[in-house]
C-alpha cells in the first residue's frame, strides 16, 4: 500500500514590484516550514535596500507559530535580490540551492572580472544535486534538476507541491525566457516534460506571474492544468517547434533591469557587497557586457 504524500501548507507572498511570489511552506503536524525565493527589496533608482518582504514573511510564521528549518532558493535570480542571507541570520535556518550555482557562479565572475570570487557554492550551507532528498518536519522533499532558465535552477517538490520558479508560469502566461548567459531552450523543454511527468494532481507553484492582460496575480495551477492549458507547452508539439518559439520571443525581450545588478548579489547568497573604506557599499555595473539591447 503507497504512503499517503502529505499536503503542505502554502502561503505565497506576491512583490509587485518584481511580480515575484515568495513562498512559505509548512509541515501542518510539526509548524517547522521552509521559504522559498525570498525578496530582499531594492531600489535601482536610489539605490536603497530594504527587508520590506522578508520582514512580512518572519511575521507571518512568527504570528502562525512556525519554526524555519530551510531557507530555499531555486536559482540565482536576475530579477530581484535574495533575502536568503537575511534570513537566516534572523532565523538561523539552512540556506540552499542547486548544486550547478558554481557553473553561474564561475560563468558570471568573469563577467564581473571578479578574480578572487570563491565560485564553489560554500555561500550556502547546503548545495542540492538531482534526486536529493531532504525534510521539512514530516514531510518529504525532493529536487529535480531543472535547467534551460538558468544553468542552475531547480525545482522542489515538497509533499503535493512543486515549487518550479522560472520553468512554467500560470497557463496564460506561458514559460519562462532562456536567453541569459547559460540559458537553453532545449534543456528548459526537458525540463519542463519532468515537471509535467509528475502526478497530474500535483499542485504546481511559480515564482512569477506578470498578470497577463491586467488580471490578479495568481500562482497556483496543477500538473493536469499546465498539461492542457498552458500556452505555449501545448502549442508546441516537439522539442523543436519549442526552441524556435521561445528563441523568436526571448529575441523581442529587453534584459531584466535588476540584471546586472542582482546577479552580483544573488551568486553571493544574497550578500550585498562589502562596504569600502568610506563605509558605503557599491554595485559594479559592466557594460555592454551582455550584448545587444532592446533600445525603447
Request: net charge negative; proline share 5%.
Amino acid at each position: 500500500m503507497l504512503e499517503a504524500v502529505i499536503k503542505p501548507d502554502v502561503h505565497a507572498f506576491f512583490d509587485k514590484r518584481t511580480c515575484s511570489v515568495q513562498y512559505v511552506v509548512a509541515d501542518p503536524s510539526t509548524r517547522k516550514c521552509a521559504i522559498i525565493d525570498a525578496v530582499l527589496d531594492f531600489d535601482e533608482k536610489s539605490g536603497a535596500t530594504a527587508t520590506l518582504n522578508a520582514d512580512c514573511i518572519l511575521q507571518f510564521v512568527e504570528s502562525n507559530g512556525l519554526s524555519v528549518e530551510w531557507i530555499l532558493d531555486t536559482h540565482p535570480h536576475a530579477d530581484h535580490f535574495s533575502a536568503a542571507s537575511y534570513l537566516r541570520s534572523k532565523t538561523g535556518a539552512a540556506t540552499a540551492i542547486g548544486s550547478h550555482v558554481v557553473e553561474v557562479q564561475a560563468l558570471w565572475k568573469q563577467l564581473y572580472n571578479w578574480p578572487d570570487f570563491p565560485a564553489d557554492g560554500s555561500q550556502w550551507d547546503k548545495l542540492f544535486d538531482q534526486g536529493d532528498r531532504f525534510g521539512i518536519g514530516e514531510l518529504a522533499c525532493h529536487v529535480m534538476f531543472s535547467p534551460g532558465h538558468t544553468l542552475a535552477s531547480i525545482t522542489y517538490v515538497i509533499g503535493d507541491a512543486a515549487f518550479v520558479h522560472d520553468t512554467v508560469f500560470m497557463p496564460d502566461g506561458g514559460t519562462a525566457r532562456c536567453d541569459f548567459p547559460g540559458g537553453s531552450a532545449a534543456q528548459l523543454w526537458q525540463s519542463i516534460a519532468s515537471i509535467l511527468a509528475l502526478p497530474e494532481e500535483t499542485r504546481i507553484f511559480v515564482g512569477h506571474d506578470y498578470q497577463p492582460g491586467g488580471r490578479n496575480p495568481l500562482w497556483e495551477s496543477t500538473v493536469a492544468e499546465q498539461k492542457f492549458r498552458n500556452i505555449h507547452v501545448s502549442a508546441c508539439r516537439s522539442e523543436a517547434e519549442f526552441v524556435a518559439m521561445r528563441t523568436a520571443r526571448d529575441k523581442t525581450l529587453p534584459m531584466p533591469r535588476l540584471i546586472l545588478a542582482a546577479l552580483q548579489v544573488n551568486m553571493n547568497g544574497g550578500r550585498l557587497p562589502e562596504p569600502e573604506a568610506n563605509g558605503a557599499r557599491f554595485l559594479k555595473i559592466p557594460l555592454n557586457a551582455l550584448g545587444d539591447t532592446k533600445w525603447d
